[in-house]
Nanobody
Framework: QVQLVESGGGLVQTGGSLRLSCSASGFTFADYAIGWFRQAPGKEREGFTCIPSSSSEEIYYADVVKGRFTISRDNAKNTVYLQMIHLKPEDTAVYYC??????????????WGQGTQVTVSS
């Protein structure tokens, strides 16, 4: 049974930092690309970063987070991390991780976590 569990969300002040974790089970984690998405109140869910299974493909960052967010993975721990710095109120959202159907970030999405709330106060 595929399972993704996000953790690490919380309340932080503008300019602060958080590190989110996405722990996976039920599949061969190292073979799959993992992405992070977020959904703010009243807005559509948006994908903003993805890490492929192989370094032969570049990590993707949306412009809105480039330079502030860093995605990484530890295949030994079946975990993807999202380090967020210089947080802004507009980063407030529920953050989700999701697995692709294979190792590339260009593939379809397959499984989602339940989400973790990030709130940035001004």
């Amino acid at each position: 049974q595929v399972q993704l569990v996000e953790s690490g969300g919380g309340l932080v002040q503008t300019g602060g930092s958080l590190r989110l974790s996405c722990s996976a089970s039920g599949f061969t984690f190292a073979d799959y690309a993992i992405g992070w998405f977020r959904q703010a109140p009243g807005k559509e869910r948006e994908g903003f970063t993805c890490i492929p299974s192989s370094s032969s493909e570049e990590i993707y960052y949306a412009d809105v987070v480039k330079g502030r967010f860093t995605i990484s993975r530890d295949n030994a721990k079946n975990t993807v991390y999202l380090q967020m710095i210089h947080l802004k109120p507009e980063d407030t959202a529920v953050y989700y991780c999701a697995a692709r159907t294979g190792g590339s970030c260009h593939l379809a999405l397959s499984s989602w976590g339940q989400g973790t709330q990030v709130t940035v106060s001004s």
